[in-house]
DNA sequence: GCAGAAGTTGAAGCGAGCTTGAAGTCACGT
DNA sequence: ACGTGACTTCAAGCTCGCTTCAACTTCTGC
């Protein structure tokens, strides 16, 4: 069997059948048809669910990965220069994540014993408000 | 002013004041009130309303945001002894993140030129399907 | 060839995380 | 003391990402 049916590809991705007819509304995967009308998927799929799947559970929405995927051409087979310029993007992307993840790790150790993220003072923290030159919504912790 | 209130706040942090109610309700952040029943912030309140932004920003929900500041004890100062408890429990919550991430990445990297992604076959991937036997949803990529 | 498991569509429902609106109160400058 | 703008609560509404249901069809094994 070189082809998968929806149900297991279920299985085999741990995604709910309903989940996945829900990403080929969305446009995320696609699927040929029998001639009795069911889905078929051959085995690259599952991949493609696991990184939809991963990627969502780093916290970027369906669109962006719909938007990723999207970048792939469907006409032809993608070349080289698709795969570097799509790969580069995510790279950022994901550069900037993995940044501020270790920010907000970096600023949990900081503040063990301080206090700061109680309600308490924070003996560390920004004592003058000197982010407020930055204008509004300048914070140390957020990267955005 | 050493207090804040509501709408300086949502300014110095960008976060819309219906939020910042919003989180009161679900006991993520909390104010005193003036006698004419406005709210009022204490500085470091600004420190707490980003960790949440960011804890966010890289996927954590607001339930799990909430269960980690509840680890804070409410009646007494805190203690380096909740700190450290706390922190440790983070640290290995966004390590396993950071891990995750990269490992996002780096797949991606060695998907260049591939095509894994796309719905044609990728001679990298797992020609024999040889993660079956480690059970259903056995993917490579995916750390769950 | 028939039962039962697995598949199909479309519509409705759900929890999370807010936003919006209505109707009213408070705070502050002149 | 008054007007304007920021604040209050409560309820309803919205988007995202699915899940559930109903009514029906197809596929598989005996």
Do not use: H
């Not at 929806?6 to 995967?29: D, H, M, P």
């Not at 792939?72 to 900037?96: I, N």
Request: hydrophobic share 30%; proline share 5%; net charge positive.
């Amino acid at each position: 069997m070189t082809e998968l049916t929806i149900g297991e590809l279920s299985e085999r991705s741990g995604i709910a059948t309903s989940a996945i007819r829900y990403y080929e509304v969305r446009g995320l995967v696609t699927s040929r048809r029998t001639p009795g009308n069911q889905r078929r998927y051959e085995r690259p799929m599952l991949r493609r669910l696991s990184f939809i799947r991963t990627a969502q559970g780093v916290g970027l929405s369906l669109e962006e990965i719909e938007q990723a995927l999207a970048g792939l051409p469907s006409g032809r087979t993608p070349t080289k220069a698709d795969w570097t310029r799509l790969s580069r993007g995510w790279r950022t992307r994901l550069d900037e994540r993995i940044a501020r993840l270790e920010r907000l790790r970096d600023t949990l150790d900081s503040c063990i014993g301080c206090g700061c993220l109680s309600l308490r003072r924070c003996t560390l923290s920004n004592p003058g408000d000197v982010l407020a030159p930055r204008g509004p919504g300048a914070v140390i912790l957020d990267g955005r």
